[in-house]
């Protein structure tokens, strides 16, 4: 690393961690109008941001559009959620000299904020997982200030972004450097190891994830390093389900491992269900319409799909049974095929991931080897099944139970690829899925990561953080002697 970037990245840091300082008392409404500014900027420059975005990724203006408006909805969502304290979990016992188990001091606890956050961009979502995306939202409305590290594949729209940020904070209120961009591989092995930098949030490549996690828990002071790292999300068809409903299980099939040329980190990569015969499986792909299909995001990672794709193609016991039209600039998606015995006997082949429009049918000729296949799956970001309405055609209960103890959201008779942000959403999964499987990326209950629970015992009330002081300043929901109080 020059010189120069060290410095970039320091000044960008200590700056944050100057407007940290000046914004942790801040109360979560005000913190809330801050989001809102960011929405509202987002907006207001959606027509340029989102042809910019095109002409760096090649994804569509339509889906760009459509993720614009998730992320300044997230962004307005996750502040609102800020501003009624819940995230802070703010909870006041007072002292109580006949508690059950003897004398109990006052104790007060409540999440603080950690202090500057590191945020990696994802290639594949510009705005929702990028600039201003899940990770930026949420470590702003706890409370912290946010450093991006922008991804090389869309550089000129991450600095169009952070520019319109700095000028919407600023606008609003916020104190200058409560959000900053650094750009640069080794900038970003910098943001990771700087000393003032308290918790990492990443979207990527499980190479790279782990490589970023390694720096941060050899670190004097490891911190948390919250990593979505790579899924291949199976889905599991019941032979109840095969029989009603083939050719539209099909059709969903190939519209969702084909949407955004399958380069989304919730893309069904395998499909479990009754063997039968091969002519009638490629005709029912051949009547399912994919996704109109286009440019990759860039040439690394059409390579990269190429070479995992004929990696698995070139697997004893794989074979490539169809591929569906491309077009100019774009490879063709593709299917395989496999039995269940292949990837019960192996597998460490449902772990390999095709970031791209490829995806493997596995066949079974037994219902009892669903369950074998799914006690075999690693840790999953999602996992899904399609079955019939009191459909005993295999054990329902016990596929459930097992895809829940490896995913972290389980979809009936659905596609992972939608993710919506809501309060309820879990957007995780046990490793190699993510870093940290107690937490979500997306939804309100993401700001929690970047929240630290501190108790105060005996303290004065004047002296309290004002979540915690009787009169309640911030008018914030807290549990008070075990009563929940809404804002």
């Known amino acids: 690393m020059t010189d120069t970037q060290a410095l970039t990245v320091d000044a960008a840091v200590t700056a944050a961690q100057s407007a940290f300082e000046s914004a942790r008392e801040v109360a979560?409404?005000?913190r809330a109008t801050w989001l809102d500014a960011l929405a509202d900027a987002l907006d207001a420059h959606r027509e340029e941001l989102v042809a910019l975005a095109h002409e760096e990724t090649h994804l569509p203006e339509g889906r760009l559009g459509g993720e614009l408006t998730r992320t300044a909805f997230q962004l307005r969502l996750l502040g609102r959620d800020a501003a009624t304290g819940e995230p802070l979990a703010a909870t006041i016992d007072h002292a109580d000299p006949a508690w059950g188990m003897g004398p109990r001091p006052d104790i007060r606890r409540v999440g603080e904020p950690l202090g500057?956050?590191?945020?990696?961009?994802?290639?594949?979502?510009?705005?929702?997982?990028?600039?201003?995306g899940g990770d930026s939202a949420a470590g702003l409305a706890a409370g912290c200030a946010v450093v991006h590290k922008a991804h090389p594949a869309h550089a000129r729209l991450a600095r169009l972004t952070a520019s319109i940020a700095a000028d919407a904070l600023r606008a609003a209120g916020a104190p200058d450097g409560l959000f900053a961009l650094v750009e640069g591989h080794e900038a970003g092995t910098q943001l990771v190891q700087h000393p003032l930098v308290k918790a990492i949030g990443f979207t990527g490549s499980t190479a790279g994830g782990q490589a970023l996690a390694a720096l941060a828990a050899a670190r004097t002071e490891p911190i948390p390093f919250y990593g979505e790292l790579g899924?291949?999300?199976p889905v599991f068809v019941t032979p109840a389900a095969w029989e009603a409903r083939r050719s539209a299980i099909l059709s969903g099939y190939v519209g969702s491992f084909t949407l955004g040329m399958g380069q989304?980190?919730?893309?069904p990569g395998f499909l479990v269900v009754p063997a039968g015969s091969r002519d009638e499986l490629v005709a029912g792909l051949a009547d399912a319409a994919p996704?109109?299909?286009?440019?990759?995001?860039?040439?690394?990672?059409?390579s990269g799909f190429e070479r995992a794709r004929d990696e698995l193609a070139g697997t004893d016991g794989f074979e490539v049974i169809t591929t569906l039209p491309g077009a100019e600039g774009a490879p063709e998606a593709t299917v395989l095929r496999a039995s269940a015995s292949t990837v019960i006997a192996h597998p460490e082949l449902l772990e390999h991931e095709m970031f791209g429009p490829a995806s493997v049918v596995i066949e079974y000729d037994d219902p009892a080897e669903v369950a074998e296949v799914a006690a075999r799956i690693g840790g999953q970001l999602t996992a899904g099944v399609h079955a019939e309405d009191g459909d005993r055609s295999v054990d329902i209960p016990g596929l459930l139970r097992t895809l829940s103890e490896h995913a972290g959201r389980v979809l009936w008779n659905g596609w992972p690829t939608g993710v919506t942000v809501s309060f309820a959403q879990q957007h995780g999964g046990p490793f190699p899925a993510t870093t940290a499987p107690g937490t979500t990326s997306v939804g309100t209950a993401a700001i929690a990561r970047f929240l630290r629970p501190v108790a105060?015992?005996?303290?004065?009330?004047?002296?309290?953080?004002?979540?915690?002081?009787?009169?309640?300043?911030?008018?914030?929901?807290?549990?008070?002697?075990?009563?929940?109080?809404?804002?």
């Open 116 to 132: 500057v956050v590191g945020v990696f961009g994802a290639s594949n979502f510009p705005f929702a997982f990028s600039v201003l």
């Open 28 to 30: 979560p409404a005000t």
């Open 456 to 487: 105060y015992q005996d303290v004065p009330d004047a002296a309290l953080p004002a979540p915690l002081q009787d009169a309640n300043p911030w008018n914030i929901s807290r549990r008070v002697d075990g009563v929940l109080t809404l804002a």
């Open 291 to 302: 996704v109109p299909p286009h440019a990759m995001l860039s040439e690394g990672l059409r």
């Open 231 to 233: 899924s291949t999300n």
């Open 264 to 267: 989304f980190c919730t893309k």
